[in-house]
């Protein structure tokens, strides 16, 4: 039977090959584990290290392998055929990394990447505070100047990894007054004075990945560690995320493949009225349109990475696209996964209700599907003005 | 620098195998090849020396052409410098013929510090290419290891037995093989993948390796294997019903009268 065809490069190949077998080996035989005790997935996130994985799109002169947004996609979608939670801390690494790639000086370069693309030390990244999330000009962490410091106030919220991870990227105040151009972003590290960590969060589901707050007190930097230029805090967030959002998609479609996995296995040896179910249209249907809206999605997160791969200006539309059309298939696929399973599905005995509470938050972190459809609309707005 | 040799064999994937009943013989058919699980221990324990240590990792194995995919595997995973050993007359080798190949490579490869197998495969299951190898290459050797520990030339063995275990002290040059409780093989890298995708691995016939016809393949092998067959498991199979410990009373009087317990 014929599969869509990607075309991709050996190198690619070997990347799909080698994030698949950690997927299948480390990852799936735990994950029901993992997702029951909230532990911290330190021995995958190893194996992960070994594996090169983490240097995906980090330059080979600071260690990594020097691939783009399609690489990266390509082993989080094979990642998150396993489990999410743990692809999601994986992710929220290059999320902390990939901004000091971007707007990162070389003495900044050299002291954080070569760590993060080995995974000896985990990024994460840190905007969202109780009032500001999709209103992200609503932060209040605020960093002041004092002599060859900067001095940090605030908390953050719901930060992926906080705790567990070492080098954050956090986007504060410095000039109020001026609003969204009055944000910096600073490289702030696990052990900095005045830098403490509020209690995990219990979630629905991810629960693999650790959510905690973050808390500045006076927290001391070294004026070296300032981010880019004073004022272009926002400028680096929403580059960092452009550039994620794809990976984003990347994880919703490998969790509706492994969704879809399992409810076509399934419905092959589920009999009932003398018949195995998948030979109903009932069931039939559901699984085509599974299968279709995977595709499709997979189609859309490959097409808009390797765009942004080939040109990474304006890419705020196409990237909002992945994220949303992928996450939302994901939501709706597994959904319809545990549907297919019906009370074996619901059950903790097989994997779909897990995929479906895990799905749900990828309509919901690194912006809401409904501030995608923000972008993209203001975008179309833009767009039609020009003719 | 240690020089430490790691053998390795590419054998059916257990998990596709399938047989014909009438011949008894695998149906080689769609059937994947992999790295005999346990000679990724011998190749982990390896590279975990190579860890602690200035050491090379040379992997060699016997097969057809083919295999050239089990060494590249293994060169993803660490190892530095790969040999197949690929000639049609190695065809229908038993262990003893297998281990003339395998002494001649390594001794042609240079002096080895250690060599690491894996105690027997999944296909042949005798466990006799270690042991035999180590008799051809005239080193001490131990089977059966559980954890190893190199301090300068000495190589300290857990052996496991059926009763417990021995440890064992052995002077390299030495040979060991090990069982798959002594590591968790680590992930292929992908540094590791691409420099395995063009590494030369150098490709040795019986005339490279000066082995003599009579000594190698089906000539070579004194074992005669006198019939294959599959082993079928024609089992009663049965539903206990009832609250588990109404369960267990039923299993148990089963196995008492057919004289298990």
Known sequence: ?387 | MLNIAVCIKQVPDARTVRFDKETGMMIREGVETIINPVDLNALEAALAIKDGHDARIHVLTMGPPSADKALRDALSMGADQAYLLSDRAFAGADTLATTRVLAAALKKIGQMDMVVCGNQSVDGDTAQVGPGLAVRLEMPSVAYVNALELTADTLKCIRMTGHGHDTVLMKTPCLVTVIPSINTPRMPSLKGKMKAKSAGIPVWTANDLGLSMNDIGLAGSPTRVLNTFVRSFEARRERLEGDADAQVAALCERLVAAGVL
């Open chain 1, 1 to 387: 039977m014929a599969q869509v065809n990607y075309f991709l490069t050996e190198e690619q190949q070997m990347i799909v090959e080698l994030a698949r077998k950690i997927a299948i080996e480390k990852i799936l035989p735990i994950r029901a584990r993992l997702d029951e005790t909230e532990e911290f997935p330190w021995e995958i996130m190893k194996d992960l290290a070994q594996s090169d994985l983490f240097g995906i799109y980090i330059p080979e002169e600071y260690g990594g392998i020097g691939k783009g947004c399609f690489e990266t996609c390509l082993a989080l979608e094979q990642l998150s055929y396993g489990c999410i939670a743990v692809t999601t801390t994986f992710a929220a690494s290059a999320l902390g990394g990939y901004p000091i790639v971007m707007f990162g000086s070389d003495e900044q370069k050299k002291r954080y990447l070569p760590d993060i693309a080995s995974g000896s030390r985990l990024g994460a990244f840190a905007l969202t505070e109780a009032n500001a999330g999709s209103d992200a000009a609503g932060i209040q962490t605020s960093a002041v100047e004092d002599g060859d410091y900067w001095v940090l106030n605030g908390t953050k919220q719901w930060i992926t990894s906080a705790g567990d991870a070492e080098i954050y990227t956090v986007i504060a105040m410095t000039d109020r007054h001026k609003g969204p151009r009055g944000a910096t972003a600073f490289l702030v590290e696990k052990g900095d004075p005045g830098f403490s960590f509020g209690k995990k969060e219990k979630k629905m589901g991810l629960r693999a990945s650790s959510t905690r707050e973050m808390v500045f007190t006076d927290c001391r930097i070294p004026k070296d560690r300032i981010l880019g230029k004073r004022g272009q805090g926002f400028i680096i967030a929403l580059k960092t995320l452009d550039f994620a959002r794809p990976g984003i998609g990347a994880i919703g479609v490998g969790l509706s493949q492994a969704a879809l996995d399992e409810a076509v296995s399934y419905a092959k040896q589920r009999m009932q009225f003398g018949q195995y179910i998948i030979s109903f249209q009932a069931i039939q249907h559901m699984l085509a349109d599974m299968a279709t809206h995977t595709e499709a999605a997979r189609s859309l997160v490959y097409a808009v990475a390797r765009t942004i791969d080939a040109d990474s200006r304006d890419i705020a539309k196409i990237s909002a696209m992945a994220k949303l059309f992928a996450t939302d298939v994901a939501m709706r696929v597994t959904t319809d996964a545990v549907q297919v399973l019906g009370g074996y599905g619901y059950m903790k005995d097989y994997p779909v209700e897990k995929m479906m509470r895990d799905a749900k938050v990828l309509q919901i972190y690194e912006g809401t599907n409904q501030i995608q459809r923000n972008v993209i609309g203001q975008a179309l707005n833009k767009e039609y003005s020009k003719v």
